[in-house]
Nanobody, 126 residues
Framework: VQLQASGGGWVQAGGSLKLSCKFS????????VGWFRQAPGKEREFVAA???????RYAASVKGRFTISRDSAKNTIYLQMNMLKPEDTAVYYC?????????????????????WGRGTLVTVSS
């Protein structure tokens, strides 16, 4: 199984970006998916997760601004990021796991999901 993330870039505070993560090599529906980020000098942190079609969870810092979604026809995971803030600047990673939604939401920084995509850099300027 492989994940390929894209869509990062530079944006001014208050702007929007949409990240994509293409899933391949496995049964997409068998995996929960999540987005994580790591800012310079900080530990990796959970951003958003989705299991199935309707179960979603968000970090408190992004709730109401970010939306995770998945397109089963395209085997792709998305992260729509609105009202971006400078503190959202980080490398964003998508991940997938056949465990529970809690497995993804509660993932410790020193642990890994089954599959990770390469990170994509998001830079938000003030």
């Amino acid at each position: 199984v492989q994940l390929q993330a894209s869509g990062g870039g530079w944006v001014q505070a208050g702007g929007s970006l949409k990240l994509s993560c293409k899933f391949s090599g496995g049964t997409f529906s068998a995996y929960g998916v999540g987005w994580f980020r790591q800012a310079p000098g900080k530990e990796r942190e959970f951003v958003a997760a989705m299991y199935g079609t309707y179960s979603e969870r968000y970090a408190a810092s992004v709730k109401g601004r970010f939306t995770i979604s998945r397109d089963s026809a395209k085997n792709t995971i998305y992260l729509q990021m609105n009202m971006l803030k400078p503190e959202d600047t980080a490398v964003y990673y998508c991940g997938a796991d056949r465990g529970t939604l809690a497995t993804i939401v509660n993932l410790r920084p020193d642990r890994n999901l089954e599959v990770w995509g390469r990170g994509t850099l998001v830079t938000v300027s003030s």
